[in-house]
């Protein structure tokens, strides 16, 4: 039978093989006690096994606060496997069962989800991205090089109408790609459908005349009746995407609009920083994208190289390439989404992205290392697109600046980001 | 014009005052640097505002890694505000702004969302509960005393006949509600509507032989048009409740089966550690379960005393008083779901519970609490029954338990509960 497989990195005050134990049977077939109808039989049928085990270290004190104490805590990675029949190809079964009620556990005083791998079967019982990489460019017209995006700024405040004018200004600047910040939903400010209707008037009105369309993602999150209404409508107007903010939506959520829509899923992890800043406690990058691409994920935010938060390049990076990771092996899909690197992003960090990911395929954003350009947004956007051109080419940045006015600009300007 | 507001617990590597700046900023109209957009006319309209400040304490090193360092890091309680012209009356939208893109930032090394007050606007915008605890007790037919419930152990791994079989077991001992496990979803070996016809023939049976109905959680998490076919399933079958993991679902999600569905919605909060285990990064309960009320959620967990998981008593009766506490004040519904005990439940705890409550309208479910008692399952549900009784009329549950054997053999078994 097939099997979903979980590894953990966890600490514990008891033997690391007990914790894993107490957390196999609370997230299979047992409780704090062994009830009768818990047969030899059923726990074969349907118990969760570990998989693998390997201590890495111990300490005196607990990282978390943990009911049971010990002299000793031990830190180590275990790996679990549940038969698929527990939960069937159900992504938001799965999500219960490796990430359900465990993290509070007494017998751990720190558990991160580390990775899941899912049988080839949910190759089959999900869809996953409907454009992806390949959709996305066709439908920016985009080509060999990374995409150039930004956010509309300021996040909030803008009318319709301005928001029409920046995106105006930002298209004949070049840009392929535009967002709504993840702060700008559909509120008496500036409504999702008035911002459409003046947004695409002048996104069509471009595309006529210079014959490529900017992609612009709507961030439609709401309810759900309420997005499909928008993302129709946003399609209706000529619209080439949307965006969700996936932690409001949930696996379910994206899931029923991803089956609605047939737009690029734009997907913000706002909130992410809850299941990823501590150490001790939360959900790898690895594992969580897993989930929202098998739900049908097109664009994945990774953050970026040297940005405003907390995040290393190297787990920058790694999220990059995890997005872009098969997720079965075989004839299978792939899978992938296209990373979306942004936040504090500029033209001084294109260089070591394109390096560090090893592929044109990314679609990068930037706010304020557009619009905060001496030059103007057009001088902006430029900047990115020379920075682009040098990393591609593999000729150093300064070098390239030198007979680059606008990215010698951007360099100057944002050199902290370097 | 109304406004958002939300309490923050951080601690940071700048000053206070500086570091909600940044919040604030991120948060509503700014970004890493002020562009041409961002006219104080706007920021008057749009942004975010510091409406409290203070400082409890400092320490010499951050409580999570942080890219800014400094020799001093400061601890305090934070409050923000924001018009609510930015997101509207949308909880998706709420969530992306009081706890999006901002546990990230490296200007904070602890953050956690301690409350979130709405606007009375809110309480047009969403219906909330459809049923509460006073639509429960009148499906369930139970007045006057706690609601005495169980979930079905093993949690995975029965067959629908045998899931059946124990259900009639526990009807026959006097149960008022019965869940599946979160972990049983709608899988090969138990598949939902099998589940459903099987369990409700035992259930409509009882009900017309004893003329009240035991109330069936039914767990019909998954994707949203699965769970609306799954629901009404639940419905037409005589089914009086279905069950959904929260953090699957999302808030849309939960929306969208609210309004679909007319049925009390059991919320199951599996995942929660992941908000509540670290003291340095999350979000409290308090916040947490006021978006969920307002989206529609009926019975809510809050953990148990003495339970199997880390949380402390006095969080769990915190949590158990916030569910029913009012969202509004004056004429405004109040929103009130039904706390849901539950985790290592026994008659052991059933006292402490209804005293720190202090009123009877909770649900109380124990597994191996009921399943585990020596005297088999009616003799468990007695137990949690006198349990009740004693601690409504004031008697200690030692003095009640001489001439009540099913509470005595209860307290005896489950002496380490107390």
Redesign the interface.
């Known amino acids: 039978m097939e099997r979903l497989q979980a590894r953990y990195e966890l600490e514990s005050p008891l033997e690391l093989e007990r914790a894993a134990e107490v957390i196999a049977g609370e ?7 062994r ?4 047969t030899d039989a ?2 074969e ?3 969760a096994r570990i998989e693998a085990l390997t201590v890495t270290g111990t300490s005196s004190t607990p990282s ?4 049971k104490s010990s002299d000793t805590y031990t830190r180590g990675e275990v790996t679990l496997s549940w038969p ?5 190809t ?4 799965v ?3 490796v ?8 017998e751990v005083s720190a ?1 991160r989800l580390l990775d899941v791998t899912f049988p080839p079967a949910f190759a089959e019982a999900y869809a996953g991205p409907a454009f992806g990489v390949e959709g996305t460019r066709r439908l920016a017209g985009v080509e060999g090089r990374p995409m150039i995006g930004t956010i509309i ?6 009318s319709p109408e ?1 928001t029409a004018a ?1 995106v105006s200004d930002l298209i004949d600047g070049g840009i392929d790609f535009i967002k709504d910040d ?2 700008q ?5 500036c409504p999702l459908q008035a911002r459409v209707d003046a947004v695409m008037r002048v996104v069509n009105d471009r595309a006529q005349r210079v014959g490529r369309k900017a992609m612009v993602a709507f961030n439609i ?5 309420e ?1 499909k209404r928008n993302a129709d409508y946003v399609q209706a107007a000529g619209g080439t995407c949307v965006m969700v ?1 996936l ?7 994206l ?2 609009i991803r ?1 609605h829509v047939s737009l690029p899923l734009h997907c ?1 992890r ?14 790898s990058y690895v594992a969580w994208q897993k989930f929202w691409r098998l739900a049908g994920a097109d664009h994945l935010h990774v ?1 970026g190289l040297a940005n ?4 290393s390049d190297a787990s920058v990076i790694a999220s990059a390439k995890a997005v872009g990771t098969p997720l079965f092996g075989g004839d299978a899909p792939s899978f992938a989404a296209m990373p979306v690197f942004s ?2 992003q500029t033209a001084a960090q294109m260089a070591p992205t394109f390096a560090a990911v090893g592929t044109e395929d990314f679609l990068y954003c930037a ?2 290392g557009i ?2 350009h001496p030059g103007g947004t057009a001088a902006g956007v430029m900047s990115l697109r020379q920075a682009a051109e040098a990393a591609m080419a593999g000729i150093p940045i300064d070098d390239y600046a030198r007979d680059h006015g606008e990215l010698a600009a951007a360099l100057s300007l944002f050199k902290d980001r370097r």
């Open positions: 997230q299979s077939c047992g409780t704090f006690m009830l009768p109808g818990e059923l726990r049928r349907s118990g978390l606060p943990c009911r698929l029949d527990n939960m069937g159900s992504l938001t079964n999500l219960a069962t990430a359900g009620n465990l993290f509070e556990l007494a558990l700024k300021p996040s909030v405040g803008l301005e920046m993840e702060l939903g559909n509120g008496p400010h999150t709401g309810e759900i009746d997005m903010s932690h409001s939506l949930g696996l379910a959520g899931g029923a089956r913000h706002n909130g992410w920083g809850l299941f990823s800043r501590s150490p001790d406690i939360g959900v953050n405003k938060f907390s995040e936040s504090g706010g304020g619009m905060g």
